[in-house]
Every structure is written in structure tokens, then in C-alpha cells.
């Protein structure tokens, strides 16, 4: 693939924008077996290459690492948009009843499809995704991901009370299902099994012991639970569990704190969280237009990230408490919260946390997130000049870096080239042949 690329060859938050970035304004990017073979400029590497080898030019894009969205549920795409509540009373009055529809394999099965399908246009190729309390679900989003070949992280959610019954599983119920789909799916192809405890409020401290135990159970397993939210929830976790230290004492205590741990939002969160989440490897999830769109909270992102402990942070939809699947318009978002809290939110920093800090969080680091040689070769291909208005925009950016803040600012899924998973094209904007045909609604 031949075009303008950008890639990370450090953490911006820690050493700098400028020693971070890697430009190469005309790039060969060499593909084998789904993993990129090497990467550099295209007038020094394209001589190495057996004559005949079929080149993809993408003039006037910037091609990246596909995204990372580090915190979506799935079962949420049709009640994306739900007017008016903030999350306790959201959660009840619409997320469990369209949760509750998830016991039908069929449905489960189509809305999986549908939304792969949007993460792909949204050019993003790793998620760590939530699935419902049925086992089915779980069954349904790992058949389609194995179908299209993506790295996916999911699990089926953990909840045995204060949910209605139709989505309550038991403690010991809930720890075999996991289990089945754990041997069914954890590093089947590209594959990941994280165990998933909805948040404290809807399991028992016996669900979240014997959670801790199914991480025991075998290598590489992730975990990912939401953790202060919001400032109500945040309450009714110090009334159920009075004996704890703090929120994130609740699910250190079970054994879930530690690394490929993906926490959820840590939007109302003390230092010693900060510290512990840093100390243990666990990471978490920025989600920006949930947090908006709910009236959470702003997440301290620079303080989370300070240099001298910093925490493992990616970046989340949150899609249906999140707005978009769009991990571009996640970012536009990503950097108003900044700027509420006085901070400013550098664009190399911006992509680096959508890409390979994503990556970095999961601990997937050596696989994804980055192009360089010998990681898969998950990208996408970014069109600045996607509509009329980032076109005149586009035409006025004389850096790299401004040219990455008008995607980010700007752009959404239109400016979504092109997305190709372990080297396969996978979306292809210009040619969608599922776009308008294929397409049922999710119902
Ligand atoms: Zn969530």
C-alpha cells in the first residue's frame, strides 16, 4: 500500500509530540500473511519488491493503524440516541429492556453483523465489546468477528442482582457460561475473551470472587467493568459494599485489578485509584461523548496520564451511552473535555491514544496499533477531504498536525477510505457493496 502514513514511535503524553509521530508523506507499507512486512519510504523500499507485486496508492489520504475502541457495548446499537436520563435511570429505563432481547440468537446474531459492519466504516478494527448477559451473544459477536478475521476482545456480561430477571444470571451460572465460552473463544484465530462484570452495583460479591477466579483460569484473559461513572452510582457502590476502601477496592479485593483489566469511564476518582490502576497495569476507558452525553462527568485525562505514575488510558465510545462509533468523533469530544479542564489535547496525542495507546492499554501492544514491521495488519485509510467543508479546510493545512486536527475535528465515517483487517480489505468506502443493500434494520 503506498500513501501518506503516520504511526507512533513513542507516547506522546510522555515524550512529546514531535519524537513520537513517525511521517512518512510518501510511504510503502508491505504486507505478507496479514502482518506488515515492512514499512518505510516508497522510493527506498519499492526497489526490494518482486517485480509484479500488485501496489494499492492512496493519493491525498493519511494512512493509520485502525483504531482501538477500548470500552463499547454491542447489544446497544439500536437504542443508540435514547433521549433524557442520566445512567441509573437509563440503564433501567432503556439498556435493560433492549438488553432483554438478547436471549433470541437471531437477533443477536443480526445486530452483531450490523454492528461490525459500523465499526469497519468507522475505521475501527479492535474493540473491547460488551455483550449481553445471554451466552448467545456472546456466541453470536465472535461467529461474525471470526467471519470477517478482526482481533475483538468480548465477553458476556456478569449480573446476578438489582437487574431486572430476564437479565439476571446466578454466580455460579454466570461462572460457567463464561468458562464454555472461554474455552470456545479465547485465542480461537484472533479472538479474546474478556470476563465482564457489568459494574459493582449488579453483581454479588460472590459473582465478582468467582469472576476473579475465571481470570485464573487461563493466559492472556481480559476483564473490563465500569468504575465510577457517575456521582449517584457512585454513592450506592459505598452503600453496598461499606466496607470497602473505594470503588476500585471493590474489584481489587475480587482479584480483578491488573493487566488487560479495562476499567470503564474513572470519571469521579482519587489519586490512590490513579496509583493503583498505574501500579497494576490496569487500564482505563476514556469515553467522552457517553460522559457528555449522560451529564457524568469530565474524565481527568492529563491527570490520569501524569508522568510521574501514569495510568494505561484508551479510548471508548461507549456507543449507546456514547454518540457515535466514530473513534474521529470521539476524539472532537475527547478534546473539548480537555479544554473544559484547562488542558489542551494535541492531535499527535489525539490519534496516538486511538491507535497504539488503545493498544497499549489492552496490552496488545506487540500485535496492534502501530505499522511496523510484524504487526498485523489492521489500517485504515483516512480522507481529509471528505466533504466540501474539510476539502476548503484541508486545502489551508500546511503541517501533518494540522492536517490530523481537521480529521479529528471534522471528520466522521464519510472520511473513512478505506479499512483493511490482517491485510484484507475489508471496507471500502467508494465500493460498499453492503451499504444501502443488505442492511436490515435491527429489529
Ligand atoms: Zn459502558
Known sequence: MRGRAVTFRADPFQDGPAAALVHEPDALIVIEDGHIAAFGPHDALRPTLPEGTPVTTYPRAVISAGFVDTHVHYPQLPMIAAYGEQLLEWLERYTFPTEARYADAGYAARVARRFLRELLRAGTTTAAVYCTVHPQSVDAFFTESARLDTRMVAGKVLMDRNAPDALRDTAQGGYDDSLALIDRWHGNGRQLYAVTPRFAATSTERQLDLAGS????????????????????????????PSRRSYLDVYAHAGLVGPRGVLGHGVHVDEDTFHTCHATGCAMAHCPTSNLFLGSGAFRLFDALDPRRPVRVGLGTDMGAGTSLSQLQTLNEAYKVAQSTGRRLHPVQAFWLATAGGARSLHLDDRIGTIAPGIEADLCVLDPYATPLMAQRAEECDTIEDLLFVLMMLGDDRSVRATYVAGALAHDRDHDPDHDRDAPPAE
Open 214 to 241: 475465571l481470570l485464573r483460569q487461563r493466559d492472556g484473559l481480559f476483564m473490563q467493568t465500569h468504575l465510577s461513572e457517575n456521582v449517584a452510582e457512585v454513592e450506592w457502590i459505598r452503600r453496598l459494599f
